[in-house]
């Protein structure tokens, strides 16, 4: 398994493309478009990076998902925006006296998990935006152990809710209904195996083969893992903004690697190798 850096776009600027300040979530529907929320603005890109379309948001976004029917949902101060795929706005899921900075989200047919950074839980609702149940809540530190402020998770074919628990370096497995299944990873400052450093992994997505794909910070790295937690292969290693830290990250359906660099608002794109190729 191998990665070479292909395209960038977004990037700090004016221009329509680009962002001022912020650039903090990525996500991929269904026809590989691309969708980042930054700036309080939704933009949407195709596999080129060349700009389709953009909308404001009500407030600032801080993560963004896009379910099967092509709904955007961006993830705010406790409360989730929901767009149809042009911008127009359809509901808002609010809990104001339960949610919290909500910075990662996946929905599915059964309901909606939503990270939430304040409480260090993930929060499940069903379809309707009824609460269901906490993720996290019975660890024995309160929640999951995040210096870097933000919790971020997703969720495999079968259903398991694989959770980045950075401040004890590594990844964890749940039920949705926060039944704790166990979890694989180390610290190792040396072995790129292990996960190095105060608090990584930061970040992960999950491929259609279940490979688990992280971003560290100090310095920013990019690796993908087996599911059982056994290292495949290091992405990228340089190429970031040193101070560059929780690196959202998205997965296409080609296995192309899309990565948030947080200092210069850029999209990164990874492509894997096939054998034999000549990048």
Not at 76 to 95: N, Y
Not at 144 to 171: L, S, T
Not at 250 to 277: C, H, M, R, W
Request: hydrophobic share 40%.
């Amino acid at each position: 398994m191998e990665y070479r850096p292909a395209i960038r776009f977004g990037g700090k600027g004016t221009d329509a493309s680009q962002f001022r300040e912020t650039l903090r979530g990525i996500a991929i529907d269904e026809a590989d478009r691309i969708y980042v929320v930054g700036d309080s603005k939704v933009k949407v890109f195709d596999a080129q990076g060349e700009l389709l379309r953009r909308w404001k948001t009500g407030d600032e976004g801080h993560s963004i998902a896009v379910d099967v029917d092509g709904n955007v949902w961006v993830g705010q101060w406790q409360q989730v925006e929901v767009f149809d795929a042009d911008g127009r706005p359809v509901e808002t899921l609010a809990d104001p006296d339960r949610l919290g900075l909500i910075t990662a989200i996946a929905v599915s047919k059964d309901g909606v998990l939503l990270a939430d950074a304040s409480a260090r839980w993930i929060r499940r609702y069903d379809r309707e935006g009824n609460f269901l149940n906490n993720i996290g809540e019975q660890h024995r530190k309160g929640g999951f152990h995040i210096p870097n402020g933000i919790v971020d998770f997703d969720v495999d074919a079968q259903g398991i809710v694989h959770v980045a628990n950075p401040g004890m370096h590594r990844v964890e497995q749940y039920k949705a209904d926060g039944e704790y299944l166990g979890y694989w990873g180390k610290f190792d400052g040396q072995d790129p195996a292990g996960f190095p450093g105060c608090c990584n992994p930061t970040n992960l997505t999950l491929d259609a083969e279940g490979h688990v794909i992280v971003t560290e910070k100090a310095t920013p790295r990019v690796k993908v893992y087996s599911p059982e937690g056994e290292l495949l292969t290091v992405v990228a290693d340089e190429g970031f903004d040193p101070q560059a830290k929780n690196l959202d990250l998205a997965v296409d359906s080609k296995g192309n690697i899309y990565v948030v660099d947080t200092v210069t608002l850029e999209v990164q794109v990874f492509v894997p190798v096939t054998k034999g190729a000549t990048a």
